[in-house]
């Protein structure tokens, strides 16, 4: 029974410690002895296990929430907040189905081909928003279609 870790060790006796049938908590753990890490090896640690996901979805914004998004305020992102790359040609509207909390748009900048244009990071350029209403005007730019280019 010495070389089983889970057995206790010399003064440490607990009678029901190898019992399956008791629920009382083990109070004897081999690691219990050991000093915690240090904050910044445990966070490094997590992200490791987790891997480029959970780095990606730390550097992700939030959406940005609207109670309107208008047309004129898509058009006034297109023109006041284009990026400088020299790739970028014109932008997109894609928007989602309803959900209960408003409508999923993504508005992005796109090359001459319809690409996503991408900042150094990876990241696409543009922003993401979740609108509760929309205007008339861009309802009926939209009309049922998920996505619109400017030119």
């Given at each position: 029974?010495?070389?089983?870790?889970?057995?206790?060790?010399?003064?440490?006796?607990?009678?029901?410690?190898?019992?399956?049938?008791?629920?009382?908590?083990?109070?004897?753990?081999?690691?219990?002895n050991e000093p915690p890490p240090e904050p910044a090896e445990a966070i490094a640690a997590v992200?490791?296990?987790?891997?480029?996901?959970?780095?990606?979805?730390?550097?992700?914004?939030?959406?940005?929430?609207?109670?309107?998004?208008?047309?004129?305020?898509?058009?006034?992102?297109?023109?006041?907040?284009?990026?400088?790359?020299?790739?970028?040609?014109?932008?997109?509207?894609?928007?989602?189905?309803?959900?209960?909390?408003?409508?999923?748009?993504?508005?992005?900048?796109?090359?001459?081909?319809?690409?996503?244009?991408?900042?150094?990071?990876?990241?696409?350029?543009?922003?993401?928003?979740?609108?509760?209403?929309?205007?008339?005007?861009?309802?009926?730019?939209?009309?049922?279609?998920?996505?619109?280019?400017?030119?």
């Open positions: 029974m010495a070389g089983d870790p889970y057995s206790p060790r010399h003064g440490e006796h607990d009678q029901n410690y190898n019992d399956p049938h008791n629920r009382r908590p083990h109070r004897f753990r081999r690691w219990a992200l490791h296990l987790l891997g480029g996901i959970a780095i990606k979805r730390a550097q992700m914004p939030r959406p940005l929430h609207l109670d309107l998004l208008t047309f004129d305020e898509v058009v006034r992102y297109f023109v006041e907040d284009r990026p400088p790359a020299p790739e970028v040609h014109h932008g997109a509207l894609l928007t989602g189905k309803g959900l209960s909390r408003g409508i999923p748009c993504f508005q992005l900048f796109v090359d001459r081909h319809d690409h996503p244009c991408l900042t150094p990071s990876g990241a696409p350029y543009g922003r993401f928003m979740v609108a509760q209403r929309m205007d008339d005007e861009l309802r009926s730019l939209l009309a049922g279609r998920e996505l619109v280019i400017f030119t």
